[in-house]
C-alpha cells in the first residue's frame, strides 16, 4: 500500500515550459487534491476532484489544469510556466469530501526560471 | 470567510523542555476541525494532532497536547519533554466538516518554525 505518490521530486523549468506533475493514491479515495506552498503563506489550495469526472477550482486555480479520468490519478498541468509558479506541490486525498482524515504526498518542489 | 494566524514565525526550546505554539482562526461556523501538522526537513506533511469543535476535552498524543479554547477560537501545541527529532515547521490549520457545503479544503496558518536545541 503506497498511499499518495508525486512524481517527480524535484523539477527545474523555464519560463514558457509546460509539464505535468503527477499524482496517484491507491487507496480508492473519491477526493483529491493539489496545494502549493510558498514561505509565509502555508498551503494553498489549487484545484480539487470528488472523483473521476469531476474536478472543481480551489483558492489559487489560475495557471494551472486538472482533470480526473481515473478514481487512482489526479494530474497537475502547468502550460506555461511562469516565475511565481516556483513553489512546493502537494497532492492529499481523502475518503471522501470534507473528510478529516487527509492523506499527503511527499511534495514536489518545482523552480521556475 | 475562514482564517488561521500563527503569529510567531521562529521559536526554539532546550531539548527536554516545553514549548509552546499559538494559533488563533476566524469561524462563523459552530462545528469544525483543528489540526496541527509538523513537516520537517524532509518536507513530509505529518498529521500531529486533530481537535474537533464539539468536543471540550483538549486533545492528546503522547507528548503533544492542545489547549483549545473555542470562545477565544485559539488552538495552542504543547509539546513536552520537546526531543531533537521535534525539529520541524508547526502548520495549524482549520477545515469545516462534511456535510456543510465545504470543499474538503484546509485552511492552513503561516507556519512556526522550531528549532530544538541539544
Known amino acids: 500500500n503506497a498511499g499518495v505518490t508525486q512524481t517527480p521530486k524535484f523539477q527545474v523549468l523555464k519560463t514558457g515550459q509546460s509539464m505535468t506533475l503527477q499524482c496517484a493514491q491507491d487507496m480508492n479515495h473519491e477526493y483529491m487534491s493539489w496545494y502549493r506552498q510558498d514561505p509565509g503563506m502555508g498551503l494553498r489550495l489549487i484545484h480539487y476532484?470528488?472523483?473521476?469526472?469531476?474536478?472543481d477550482q480551489g483558492e489559487v486555480p489560475n495557471g494551472y489544469n486538472v482533470s480526473r479520468s481515473t478514481t487512482e490519478d489526479f494530474p497537475l498541468r502547468l502550460l506555461s510556466a511562469a516565475p511565481s509558479q516556483t513553489s512546493v506541490y502537494f497532492c492529499?486525498?481523502?475518503?471522501?469530501?470534507?473528510?478529516?482524515?487527509?492523506?499527503f504526498g511527499s511534495g514536489t518542489q518545482l523552480s521556475v526560471l | 470567510a475562514q482564517t488561521v494566524t500563527q503569529s510567531q514565525p521562529e521559536m526554539s526550546v532546550q531539548e527536554a523542555e516545553t514549548v509552546t505554539l499559538s494559533c488563533t482562526y476566524d469561524?462563523?461556523?459552530?462545528?469544525?476541525?483543528l489540526f496541527w501538522y509538523k513537516q520537517p526537513p524532509s518536507r513530509q506533511m505529518i498529521l500531529v494532532i486533530r481537535?474537533?469543535?464539539?468536543?471540550?476535552q483538549n486533545a492528546t498524543e503522547n507528548r503533544f497536547s492542545v489547549n483549545f479554547q473555542k470562545a477565544a477560537k485559539s488552538f495552542s501545541l504543547k509539546i513536552s519533554d520537546s526531543q531533537l527529532g521535534d525539529t520541524a515547521m508547526y502548520f495549524c490549520a482549520f477545515m469545516s466538516p462534511h456535510g456543510s457545503g465545504n470543499t474538503g479544503k484546509l485552511i492552513f496558518g503561516q507556519g512556526t518554525t522550531l528549532q530544538v536545541k541539544p
Open positions: 476532484s470528488v472523483g473521476a469526472g469531476i474536478t
Open positions: 492529499a486525498s481523502s475518503w471522501w469530501q470534507g473528510n478529516e482524515k487527509l492523506f
Open positions: 469561524t462563523s461556523e459552530n462545528n469544525y476541525y
Open positions: 481537535q474537533e469543535a464539539y468536543k471540550q
